[in-house]
């Protein structure tokens, strides 16, 4: 018969071998998902010490994302996208890119056309009007700034003209340098409406394609100019309801604090996530609406690829009681005018 002495003791090497064996499949486990991941988004690694180094920021990402989507009812989930080998601090580097320095260009207006529209639907979307190109995918360059003007200004050309463009942000990259926009190293949407207004005129994607890095800006591939603007306004900062009756009207440049782990891996539903005022990226308002879970959104377009959220896009909560709208939405917001 075992003493209490032995049976102790088998108890707890029992546990450690319970729990040594957890570990070993919690491991593989993690193994093999970076695998599969790597696959999903043709990954590859330069030696094995940078894949040793990538797997390990893997997991941590993805343990946060497990945690979260196990840590009860909530109304958005995340998922291990692109983003999920890099650490927070080379996603932001290489993937937001608004600014807030530089001196503010001259001509900045202060009047707002839409302040006395009183009449507004309770839901719109934009991509139904036919006002919205594909989502794209500014890649490892921070000019999201680039891109949310882009979005704005193929907007308001189909909506005034009945003719959906896909316009250049290599142009902006390369051209927009005035007022502080530093190519992949951030800038400001009114600088780039400015820089349009400056050129007259914006030429295609087709004309003048995306290349993923500034370079010298090309005259020629510019003179085929198809779609211009006269002006730009600012959204009343801080007021969802001033934003509100211009997204009814046309999609919207906004700034928001887009670099935070929720908002990284964000990947459908409503987001309510943990998210502040600092902001650090570029997107574009072009519709809003409420969940079937009674929660008001607005429908905003990114430029990190359609494998990213819900097929490129992320709905943000609406009226969230918070200053200056969630994760800064009502901020800075900023419109062209034809």
């Not at 088998?10 to 957890?22: P, Q, V, Y």
């Not at 999920?84 to 056309?113: C, R």
């Not at 500014?138 to 003007?149: E, I, R, T, V």
């Not at 591939?221 to 009207?249: F, G, H, R, W």
Request: with cysteine; hydrophobic share 35%.
């Amino acid at each position: 018969m075992m003493s209490l002495i032995h049976v102790f003791l088998f108890l707890i090497f029992g546990t450690l071998a319970s729990l040594a064996m957890s570990r070993t499949i919690h491991e593989t486990f993690i193994v093999d998902k970076h695998e599969e991941w790597m696959v999903d988004y043709n990954r590859k690694y330069e030696s094995k010490l940078e894949k040793e180094k990538r797997l390990n920021i893997f997991k941590e990402n993805l343990e946060y994302i497990e945690s979260f989507n196990n840590g009860g009812n909530r109304s958005f989930k995340l998922s291990p996208n692109e983003f999920a080998d890099m650490t927070q601090d080379e996603f932001i580097a290489a993937h937001t890119g608004y600014k807030m320095q530089g001196n503010p260009t001259l001509s900045e207006s202060t009047s707002f056309m839409y302040e006395n529209v009183s009449d507004v639907p309770t839901n719109l979307d934009w991509r139904v009007q036919g006002a919205v190109t594909p989502v794209k995918f500014q890649g490892q360059c921070g000019c999201c700034w680039a891109f949310s003007a882009v979005a704005a200004i193929e907007g308001i050309v189909q909506i005034k003209t009945g003719s959906l463009i896909s316009l250049s942000e290599q142009q902006l990259l390369d051209c927009s340098t005035d007022g502080g926009n530093r190519g992949c190293d951030g800038g400001r949407m009114v600088n780039a409406f400015e820089y349009v207004i400056r050129n007259q005129g914006i030429t295609t994607e087709e004309s003048y394609p995306y290349q993923e890095t500034q370079e010298t800006c090309d005259t020629e591939k510019q003179i085929n100019k198809v779609a211009t603007i006269n002006e730009y306004q600012m959204v009343p900062e801080n007021d969802e309801e001033a934003l509100l009756k211009v997204v009814a009207s046309q999609p919207v440049s906004v700034a928001i604090e887009g670099h935070g782990q929720d908002f990284r891996f964000y990947s459908g539903g409503v987001f309510t996530g943990d998210c502040g005022n600092a902001l650090s990226h570029a997107v574009t308002v072009v519709g809003y609406g409420t969940s079937e879970e009674g929660l008001n959104y607005w429908l905003v377009k990114n430029s990190w690829g359609e494998t990213w959220g819900e097929k490129g896009y992320i709905r943000i909560q609406r009226d969230a009681n918070t200053p200056g709208g969630l994760c800064g939405i009502a901020m800075k917001a900023s419109y062209p005018v034809m």
